[in-house]
């Protein structure tokens, strides 16, 4: 089965952020108020083949641990699903 | 004997050859090994150079981590010999977990390429054993992640291990408890985000590097 993947890797709580703030600080100035908790992170997507949803999930954790994420400072969140592309072609 | 060290080239590093030229100056026999290498045989000691290996994608270190020939450095840290990690090089030793911790962008965002002054905290390191403690030296920094972030405890553990090799005079990025380089358990590996080889002659602005050196020939002799 094919799943199609999304990884948000996005700083762990107490880590600070200077982009979010950065962009937190900017926000009045355009006249959006009321704006709060800005954090700022990243998005990967991509398609991976595995046997069932389990396995899937199982392997792409690994991934986050191992090299999408640095665990001393980022988290992530996975988001799989089968993915309704036609596999390729063997 | 001549010291013979070894300085890690990944694609994107853009700091080996002033790290070689630097270690000469010391009397080091120093040459740019390429990170597809397997094994860093007949070294007495490695330096990480600066720069952006392979393009600090995803995160700096994140990919050099996995590179051939760190499998050989992480041995050379175990067996004890001097691994120094300079600017990208102490990214690329957090990312490898051969320094606690890890390198946050700036607390400012912005790039920083000046000269600070920063204090050898301790003279137990592969980098400082020719130093003096409590001394201050003016040396260039240059990065966009220097930003030393690690947890409350590892914190902890680094100061009563005296384990922070530098602290800025004036804390310029961010990092947790003005740290500027800090080194694992055995003292042999040692990360800090100042580059020593852009301080090893006046004409440059300072000499305040050599010292650092000359404690890695030190170190690997």
Do not use: W
Request: proline share 5%; glycine share 10%; charged share 25%.
């Amino acid at each position: 089965m094919r799943f199609d993947v999304q990884v948000e890797v996005s700083l762990r709580d107490g880590i600070s952020d200077p982009a979010g703030a950065t962009i937190e600080r900017s926000l009045p100035a355009l006249g959006f108020d009321g704006v709060e908790a800005v954090r700022v992170g990243k998005s990967i997507r991509f398609q991976i083949d595995a046997p069932d949803e389990t396995e899937a999930r199982t392997r792409v954790e690994a991934m986050c641990e191992r090299f999408l994420t640095n665990p001393v400072i980022e988290d992530s969140a996975v988001a799989l699903s089968a993915s309704e592309r036609e596999p390729a072609s063997p | 004997m001549t010291v013979r060290l070894a300085v890690v080239m990944f694609p994107g590093s853009n700091c080996e050859h002033d790290v070689v030229e630097a270690l000469g100056r010391v009397g080091a026999k120093a040459e740019v090994v390429y990170h597809a290498e397997r094994s860093l045989d007949g070294y007495d000691g490695v330096v990480i150079p600066g720069g952006f290996a392979h393009g600090d994608y995803l995160r700096p270190g994140a990919i050099a981590r996995f590179s051939p020939a760190m499998t050989a450095v992480t041995e050379m840290a175990r067996e004890g010999a001097p691994v120094i990690g300079i600017c990208n090089g102490f990214q690329i030793l957090t990312e490898a977990g051969l320094l606690p911790g890890a390198l946050q962008k700036n607390s400012g965002l912005k790039f920083l390429c000046q000269t600070e002054a920063i204090t050898v905290e301790t003279t137990a390191s592969a980098l400082t054993n020719q130093a003096v403690k409590g001394a201050t030296l003016k040396i260039p920094i240059n990065h966009f992640e220097g930003n030393y972030t690690c947890e409350p405890e590892t914190l902890a553990r680094l100061k009563s291990d005296d384990r922070v090799v530098f602290r800025y005079g004036q804390n310029p990025n961010g990092s947790d408890d003005d740290i500027a380089g800090i080194c694992n358990e055995a003292r042999n590996v040692v990360g800090l985000m100042p580059h020593p080889e852009r301080a090893s002659d006046a004409l440059i602005g300072s000499e305040d590097g050599l010292v650092l050196l000359r404690s890695i020939v030190a170190a690997a002799s």
